[in-house]
């Protein structure tokens, strides 16, 4: 018996390995489902203002996905024909980059010079190696393949959360039924209403900051006279969804564009310039103050969630790390023994509240 408590940690580890193994190898399955599943929470709280003026939950799902799915529509129609030209013309813009950044360039080319050499000589002390092509999928393939994937997998999007939206209370009536004691039922009840505010909020808050984020960065680029500046709006709409990375890469790609587009390379700075700073003020100011501080979260263990789920699913992965972060904290902050990771997880300064505490501090400075 004294071995149960060590047993016990050693099964829920291999069962929490078995799911993150599972969830690796069911991408395709689990993140569609997981995703339906945020777009239902994000649109619950429009979904119960309109039932509280007398809209049924049936009706107002499929108006808010019906919406979301013309939304979708029209961002693809409007993009998609300027990033396919835009496709086309990497090669040519890539040439031109490397001719406005004739500096670096020639740093580039050096260092790929000295590993040619390098190469030689392993090639002339070691033989010829064998050169092994292997024959790759179309490029006409390839989009078809991923376009039909795509397609499908926004299709259980939105059919799922037309089901969640429309189910209106039936899931909690469920789980409230499933529970043994009053208790466990009260607590169950009151971690998922805690579950749906808290993730709802966060993600309509963000997805709003992010849509005005879209407007005022194509704005921007659009008076400094870049071209379809409104896809560049679109695009940092959707790649500010993914903390850090996202508006590090918009700024990159913003820049290589403009640097291609105008003729000085201190006017062309000016867009990613921009970018940046708009991004810094969304990022560090306006986030933070709309969010709130009890939604904000350890920025450390944001960091590692995004670059675990990145690692794991991609930049899907990526996109929905935080939301499965607020998750957890809920869940943990709503059960007694997870309180100490609710506790590492939130950004709140803890106070030292009594005397051990302070003496504990002080003997660490």
Not at 65 to 77: G, K, P, Q, R, Y
Not at 235 to 240: C, D, E, H, Q, S
Not at 298 to 320: D, E
Not at 342 to 364: C, I, R, T, W
């Amino acid at each position: 018996m004294e071995h149960l408590p060590s047993i016990r940690r050693s099964l829920q580890l291999l069962v929490l390995i078995s799911l993150f193994v599972t969830a690796y190898f069911a991408k395709d399955l689990i993140l569609p489902i997981v995703l339906g599943f945020l777009l239902a929470l994000t649109l619950s709280p429009v979904g119960r203002a309109l039932y509280r003026i007398g809209v049924p939950h049936p009706v107002s799902a499929f108006l808010l996905v019906t919406t979301t799915s013309l939304v979708i529509a029209a961002v693809v129609l409007l993009s998609a024909g300027t990033v396919a030209i835009w496709s086309d013309e990497i090669p040519e813009m890539g040439r031109e980059i490397q001719i406005k950044l004739s500096g670096v360039s020639n740093a580039v080319e050096t260092m790929r010079s000295a590993s040619e050499e390098v190469e030689k000589l392993g090639t002339e002390t070691g033989g010829k190696p064998q050169e092994v092509v292997v024959r790759q999928p179309g490029l006409l393939d390839t989009a078809m393949d991923t376009v039909s994937k795509t397609g499908a997998s926004l299709a259980v999007i939105l059919i799922l959360a037309l089901f969640l939206l429309g189910s209106g209370e039936l899931f909690y009536l469920k789980l409230v039924q499933s529970m043994p004691t009053l208790k466990e039922k009260k607590r169950a009840l009151h971690t998922v209403y805690d579950v749906e505010k808290r993730v709802s909020r966060y993600l309509l808050t963000i997805a709003t900051i992010n849509a005005v984020l879209g407007i005022l960065v194509g704005t921007y680029l659009t008076v400094l006279g870049l071209p379809s500046a409104y896809i560049w709006g679109i695009a940092a709409f959707m790649l500010n969804f993914l903390p850090y990375i996202g508006g590090f890469a918009g700024v990159l790609l913003v820049a290589g564009f403009s640097l291609v587009t105008f003729d000085t390379i201190g006017y062309a700075m000016l867009a990613p310039i921009g970018y940046l700073t708009l991004t810094l003020l969304e990022g560090q100011i306006i986030t933070p103050w709309l969010v709130g501080r009890r939604l904000e979260m350890n920025t450390v263990a944001v960091f590692l969630t995004v670059v675990f789920w990145g690692w794991l699913w991609g930049i899907p992965g990526a996109l929905v790390a935080v939301p499965f972060l607020v998750v957890f904290k809920v869940v943990c902050e709503n059960f007694e023994p997870l309180h100490t990771i609710g506790n590492f997880l939130s950004a709140e300064q803890v106070k030292p509240d009594d005397m051990k505490d302070q003496e504990v501090m002080s003997a660490s400075e």
